[in-house]
């Protein structure tokens, strides 16, 4: 069964700073997505990035990119120029390609984001 | 606006009554899901949809019960068979091509009491 492993329950970071998120997971399969969603205090999840296994370009979305390390099943959210509006709960999630399946979570990092 | 809509946002119930939490979406998604937040985990799967009257059990389908009359609409109901139904529920939706990333509702919050 493929897992999700966040192993930062909270982070910090300063106004302006980079912060960055780290998510593991553990999988058998070679095709499969990767994802990070925000979830601010209103609780509305929000994809922030994707990533698809078989591309070796880490993605980018503005402040927002990923470090991809297929072969250490590593896939970590770097934030840029952090902004008060970031501060919220950050999901990793998984998927196999093919049809719709499941989404797996991890258990999410909380980020503070500090004046 | 196109988008998933779940009602009521909170929601109070007594032990022991079944309760149904409303999902619609009007994306034209085929696949439909619904997810479970309890605090300190993540999301995990309840029931899922890829198809009008077709459903699969997830990880955690004790004590619930689904139906998908149509396209737009996935209604879960949370029986009184859930031992502990207390929970923020949340419903997704998705297209089956592409990338596939599911886009959520904003949540229904169930207390029971």
């Known amino acids: 069964a493929q897992t999700v492993t966040q192993s930062q329950p909270e982070m910090s970071v300063q106004e302006a700073e980079t912060v960055t998120l780290s998510c593991t997971y553990d999988?058998?399969?070679?095709?499969?997505?990767l994802f990070w969603y925000k979830q601010p205090p209103s609780r509305q999840m929000i994809l922030v990035i994707r990533?698809?296994?078989?591309?070796?370009q880490n993605a980018t979305e503005n402040r927002f990119s990923v470090n991809f390390q297929k072969a250490a099943k590593s896939f970590s959210l770097k934030i840029s120029d952090s902004q008060l509006g970031d501060a919220a709960m950050y999901f990793c999630a998984y998927r196999l390609t093919g049809t719709a399946s499941k989404l797996t979570f991890g258990t999410g990092t909380r980020l503070q984001v500090t004046l | 606006d196109g988008g998933i809509t779940q009602s009521p946002k909170y929601l109070f119930r007594k032990e022991g009554q079944n309760v149904t939490l409303s999902c619609e979406q009007n994306l034209n998604h085929d696949a439909m899901y619904w997810y479970r937040q309890d605090p300190g985990q993540g999301l995990r799967l309840i029931y899922y949809s890829q198809i009008v009257n077709d459903f699969q059990k997830g990880d955690i389908a004790e004590g619930y019960s689904v139906s998908r009359e149509k396209k737009e609409s996935f209604p879960l109901t949370v029986t009184s068979a859930q031992k502990n139904p207390t929970a923020f529920y949340l419903c997704?939706?998705?297209?089956?091509?592409?990338?596939?990333?599911?886009?959520f509702g904003p949540g229904t919050r169930l207390t029971v009491t």
């Open positions: 990533q698809e296994a078989y591309k070796q």
């Open positions: 999988t058998s399969e070679s095709d499969y997505y």
């Open positions: 997704a939706s998705t297209r089956t091509s592409g990338a596939y990333e599911q886009y």
